[in-house]
T-cell receptor
Framework: GQQVMQIPQYQHVQEGEDFTTYCNSSTTLSNIQWYKQRPGGHPVFLIQLVKSGEVKKQKRLTFQFGEAKKNSSLHITATQTTDVGTYFCAGGGYQKVTFGTGTKLQVIP | DSGVTQTPKHLITATGQRVTLRCSPRSGDLSVYWYQQSLDQGLQFLIQYYNGEERAKGNILERFSAQQFPDLHSELNLSSLELGDSALYFC???????????FGQGTRLTVV
């Protein structure tokens, strides 16, 4: 079955440093979604990428979808303490949405 | 507020018991998904329903079952509970197709 892996599993950064998490799927994806889960909270949708090679930005967050539609990345510029949480990618389709293993981000003030 | 309601928020029960978790999706959403999240772990997909029918199954144990009712709310039944079943159980709903998933606040199940 489809597997979606994320690296790294954990990342500690000093506030102000950049952060990147990578998402790799074993199969071609129709789209990729990114979610953020704050500590003690539930996953919240951030963005969806659909086209091969697509790049989208949300303020300090940059999302990319690979040319082969099997990988994606999320890059945060100049992290802030509000960025703390676990970031999940999700390979989607019309039915099962497979979530990646997640990257837990800790930001040290 | 995501619009997805899960009850109860917390549940403590003994091993061997049976519990039912309930989920009301966002108004208009036909798809309901159930996920299990163990401590500091990822989201393990359990099962998906679309308009009352089972559409996809993940790593759901035989002791677990679910259903979606005509009013679109869903229930996840967990039986013969074991200590390892202690986890956060999330329900999510989608309108359908390639749309975003909206998650409920989760039910934290503790098996003692």
């Amino acid at each position: 079955g489809q597997q979606v892996m994320q690296i790294p599993q954990y990342q500690h950064v000093q506030e102000g440093e950049d952060f990147t998490t990578y998402c790799n799927s074993s199969t071609t994806l129709s789209n990729i979604q990114w979610y953020k889960q704050r500590p003690g909270g539930h996953p919240v949708f951030l963005i969806q990428l659909v086209k091969s090679g697509e790049v989208k930005k949300q303020k300090r967050l940059t999302f990319q979808f690979g040319e082969a539609k099997k990988n994606s990345s999320l890059h945060i510029t100049a992290t802030q303490t509000t960025d703390v949480g676990t970031y999940f990618c999700a390979g989607g389709g019309y039915q099962k949405v497979t979530f990646g293993t997640g990257t837990k981000l800790q930001v040290i003030p | 507020d995501s619009g997805v309601t899960q009850t109860p928020k917390h549940l403590i029960t003994a091993t061997g018991q049976r519990v039912t978790l309930r989920c009301s999706p966002r108004s208009g959403d036909l798809s309901v998904y159930w996920y299990q999240q163990s401590l500091d772990q990822g989201l393990q997909f359990l099962i998906q329903y679309y308009n009352g029918e089972e559409r996809a199954k993940g790593n759901i144990l035989e002791r677990f079952s679910a259903q979606q009712f005509p009013d679109l709310h869903s229930e996840l039944n967990l039986s013969s509970l074991e200590l390892g079943d202690s986890a956060l159980y999330f329900c999510a709903s989608r309108q359908g197709g390639n749309t975003e998933a909206f998650f409920g606040q989760g039910t934290r199940l503790t098996v003692v």
